[in-house]
């Protein structure tokens, strides 16, 4: 039996051609039909930015990402939150940078496992990168960056929800 949880896809940049595309790929993982209201996204001439909250078994999350991931043009978040059974998720994905995972907390803070923080320490030991650098890398600091500008302005952009019966 799976876990529902509950998410959110933020759909920061895509270009025209590619937003029925991206409601395909939601669809697909999500079950049903997706039908995102889209608007112009200023951050980005030509773009357009759409929101879908979700309610589906844990892990989804990382499924949507993966139906996204590596679209040009294409600049996008899905959250994930926490179950009793399961740790919350950020995905992160822009056309420089790749996709950015991490572990979120209840109130959607960035977790790192012990194991990735021993990493950043040999890492800083070695002179292979400061230790700032390390924990920015973890931290998806240059995602945060890049996404900022089209996270502000979308602000007061419609959210369309979307549960799954489970």
Not at 112 to 139: H, M
Request: aromatic share 8%; charged share 20%.
């Amino acid at each position: 039996m799976s876990i529902p949880t509950r998410g959110v896809l933020y759909v920061h940049s895509a270009p025209s051609a590619l937003c029925p595309h991206v409601e395909w790929a939601a669809a697909g993982v999500l079950g049903g039909s997706v039908d995102l209201d889209w608007v112009t996204q200023p951050a980005e001439v030509g773009t357009y930015r759409a929101e879908l909250s979700w309610q589906a078994p844990a892990g989804s999350a990382a499924s949507i990402a993966s139906a996204l991931r590596g679209w040009e043009r294409l600049r996008f978040e899905v959250t994930e939150e926490p179950t009793a059974s399961s740790e919350g998720a950020r995905y992160s994905y822009t056309p420089d940078l790749g996709i950015f995972h991490a572990l979120t907390g209840l109130h959607g803070d960035v977790l790192i496992p012990e194991d990735r923080v021993k990493a950043v320490r040999v890492k800083a030991a070695t002179g292979e990168a400061s230790i700032d650098e390390a924990l920015d890398q973890l931290l998806g600091v240059a995602w945060d960056r890049e996404l900022e500008p089209f996270r502000h302005a979308g602000e007061g952009a419609p959210v369309r929800w979307l549960h799954q019966v489970i």
